[in-house]
């Protein structure tokens, strides 16, 4: 059984840091792709950065220079390092993976999610 276990969230005032990490339980293949989603209260989940297991990275306009996505093979985790947070970056986040190979933000392109960790920031 595949388990993804998010951590890292918390409550920050803007322009601080917070690093997020997900950990992979229970397969026996490489993921493709992995990345991180977030939900905001009554907004729909979007995609915030992904990266593909060559180390290519896509992320969304709203974060780029600010987050950074990154993977640890050997320990079977990926981060998200956010850096200068910003109000409108509070939300749900949430890792996802899949086996295929093309990169993509796309939420609908993911079979496998965690529970989610939140984050807040306060102004």
């Known amino acids: 059984q595949v388990q993804l276990v998010e951590s890292g969230g918390g409550s920050v005032q803007a322009g601080g840091s917070l690093r997020l990490s997900c950990a992979f339980y229970?397969?026996?293949?490489?993921?493709?792709?992995m990345g991180w989603f977030r939900q905001a209260p009554g907004k729909e989940r979007e995609g915030v950065a992904v990266?593909?297991?060559?180390?290519?990275?896509r992320y969304t306009d709203s974060v780029k220079g600010r987050f950074t996505i990154s993977q640890d093979n050997a320990k079977n985790t990926l981060y998200l390092q956010m850096n200068s947070l910003k109000p409108e970056d509070t939300a749900m986040y949430y890792c996802?993976?899949?086996?295929?190979?093309?990169?993509?933000?796309?939420?609908?392109?993911?079979?496998?999610w965690g529970q989610g960790t939140q984050v807040t920031v306060s102004s």
């Open positions: 996802a993976a899949d086996a295929r190979w093309w990169l993509t933000l796309h939420v609908g392109d993911y079979k496998y």
């Open positions: 990266i593909d297991r060559d180390g290519n990275a």
């Open positions: 229970g397969y026996t293949y490489s993921w493709y792709r």
